[in-house]
């Protein structure tokens, strides 16, 4: 798993438009950790690089749920 640092995120509240004493007139971003994100791109693109030369996880009869 990750170290408990890299699952911590803030939440930034931006302005969209009007009237900016309304809640609905502002979107939600998640800003998180640079590190976590860069090392789930990494190990998701090695699987997959693992999963097609190994033929594993893939099946030629399903194509969807």
């Not at 502002?26 to 791109?41: E, V």
């Amino acid at each position: 798993g990750f170290p408990t640092s890299w699952t911590k995120h803030t939440i930034v509240r931006t302005f969209k438009s009007r009237d900016p004493m309304m809640l609905t007139n502002y979107m939600t971003i998640m800003i998180g950790h640079y590190i976590a994100k860069r090392y789930s791109s990494i190990l998701q693109s090695e699987l997959s690089v693992w999963a097609e030369r190994n033929d594993e996880c893939h099946s030629t009869e399903q194509t969807g749920f």
